[in-house]
């Protein structure tokens, strides 16, 4: 079982729920997160149990990233609205950074999103369950 968020721009939240609905069979087994508006609209469109943290701008981006500082989030789907500016995009930034830190794999469009669905649906994701499963404890 693996950690996946969710996340979507305004602009982007029905493309991320179509999506979702596209591959909910391939969730269903995972513990999925999300910001707060993101996680109510996937949620009303499926049967999935989603963790809803705040909304984005509110700090749910940094609620995630908190996850993904600690190692605990092994994929995040994040559909950006490149053509919006973000009053949070610090907090985005911070995000993908922290991604990249950790190795975390992220997509921020829909084509990549369903590359790296793919390859959790073939298994190419175990890689992540040795990652905690030997994960070193935090040191006294």
């Not at 996850?67 to 950006?80: P, S, T, W």
């Not at 950790?102 to 298994?123: C, H, M, S």
């Not at 175990?126 to 006294?140: D, M, N, Q, S």
Request: aromatic content about 8%.
């Amino acid at each position: 079982m693996l950690n996946i968020a969710f996340i979507a721009h305004d602009r982007k939240k029905e493309e991320i729920v179509n999506f979702v609905i596209a591959y909910e069979k391939v969730f269903v087994p995972h513990k999925l997160y999300s910001t707060g508006t993101t996680g109510t609209r996937i949620m009303e469109q499926t049967d999935l149990s989603i963790h809803r943290f705040m909304s984005g701008p509110l700090g749910g981006d940094q609620q995630i990233g908190a996850l993904v500082a600690q190692n605990e989030m092994d994929l995040i789907i994040f559909l950006r609205d490149p053509l919006m500016a973000q009053p949070h995009e610090p907090d985005i930034i911070a995000l993908l950074r922290l991604c990249d830190v950790q190795g975390i794999p992220v997509a921020t469009n829909v084509a990549t999103a369903e590359l790296l669905v793919k390859a959790l649906e073939r298994g190419d994701f175990a890689w992540r369950e040795l990652v905690h499963k030997y994960k070193p404890g935090i040191a006294e």
